[in-house]
């Protein structure tokens, strides 16, 4: 405005001009860069301020603002938070996929529920409304621990929209490679080779090997007893996801999860499954601390005895090459997921795999899934 009232009333010429032009730009910038380092020192004074608050924060009353996005995905330790939460909670539910110490959890979850005369299966959340509704009312006094598998993202949805503000829900996580190995083996120990070798078949969730392989040519002994599958077999199974194969992380932790995670603010952490043991520890410490974890009742089984079939090449009609299914699934492991399309359904896995970074780099592998008010 200055500079133009001064050329409506004084003749400059084109030198003086462009020196007004120049003087105004610099004292143009010189403000902006002054408005900008304050700016900045506020920003770093209210930083600072609420970091000093959270640090004045004890366990039993901790308020974390729902805006501080640093609360997500932060360590958390068995002695400092989960020893002291789990007391203070109503409720605990743990839920898993297949094959991350889910059956050990269960198993001894149980055990220290009916210690103190709370019992009821711990199935629970991947049963029906009606299931649930049956058990809650077959009792006066409910369990504080619940541990149960479940096998898509609706059951883990269900305990998230329908948790109270009391309620703490732990999810087991299993890297999903390591998962499905650990499923397929366990599919061919248990559903595929016989436990009793005069048996044709085993038949479990609704799974039955004579339906497979009704003319025994896919399922074999040999000389030496031992159980040989043929590798087409193995692949069809691991890509119709059967039994507990399907029952993975990518499936239990999807869009609609985390959404419903941002939406009601369950207070929930992510558990590495080889805290298994320490996560038991504390349960029983708190709710039978007379009683002793148990273990668990399926125990280890060696795959030992059985083996693979390889395909032979295209035009030979040799003998098939048999090897042992820790092999097969060892050097099949880098491509399985690619080639089978195992993950074609999943959906927001990068946010997955941001919480399964941050349990490694977490000494006790337990992280915030997500800003929770209260510890």
Avoid at 194 to 200: D, S, V
């Amino acid at each position: 405005l200055l500079y133009n009232a001064t050329k409506r009333t004084t003749f400059v010429t084109y030198k003086q001009e462009r020196m007004i032009n120049q003087s105004f730009l610099c004292a143009a910038a010189f403000m902006f860069l002054q408005v900008s380092v304050v700016l900045l020192f506020l920003n770093h004074d209210s930083t600072a301020l609420l970091k000093d608050d959270s640090k004045s924060l004890s366990h039993k009353s901790v308020t974390i603002s729902s805006n501080d996005k640093s609360s997500i995905g932060q360590c958390l330790t068995f002695e400092e938070d989960l020893d002291k939460i789990i007391p203070n909670t109503r409720q605990t539910l743990i839920a898993m996929p297949a094959k991350a110490a889910g059956t050990g959890l269960e198993y001894t979850t149980k055990e220290c529920m009916q210690a103190v005369k709370n019992d009821i299966s711990p199935q629970l959340l991947r049963f029906s409304v009606d299931e649930q509704e049956r058990m809650f009312k077959s009792q006066l006094v409910l369990p504080k621990v619940i541990a149960s598998h479940v096998v898509d993202d609706k059951n883990v949805i269900d305990a998230i929209q329908n948790s109270s503000k009391d309620t703490l829900i732990i999810y087991v996580y299993r890297d999903e490679t390591d998962r499905i190995i650990s499923a397929a083996k366990h599919t061919l120990l248990k559903l595929v080779c016989p436990r009793n070798p005069k048996a044709k078949s085993y038949s479990r969730h609704g799974f039955d090997v004579d339906k497979i392989d009704p003319n025994g040519t896919l399922i074999q002994k040999d000389d030496d007893g031992n159980c040989v599958v043929d590798e087409n077999l193995l692949i069809s199974l691991m890509k119709d996801r059967v039994v507990e194969i399907g029952s993975s992380v990518p499936a239990t932790l999807t869009c609609d999860v985390y959404k419903a995670i941002e939406e009601h603010g369950p207070n929930m952490i992510m558990m590495d499954y080889k805290q298994a043991d320490n996560l038991q520890t504390t349960i029983f410490k708190h709710y039978c601390p007379s009683e002793t974890s148990g273990k668990n009742p399926n125990g280890h089984r060696s795959t030992d005895n059985i083996f693979i079939a390889l395909e032979n090449p295209a035009g030979k009609n040799d003998s098939r090459t048999k090897v042992p299914i820790e092999e097969w699934l060892d050097a099949k492991r880098g491509l399985m997921e690619f080639i089978l399309k195992m993950n074609k359904d999943a959906s927001c896995q990068a946010r997955t795999k941001y919480f399964a970074r941050r349990l490694t780099s977490c000494s006790d592998s337990l992280v915030r899934m997500n800003n929770f008010d209260w510890f």
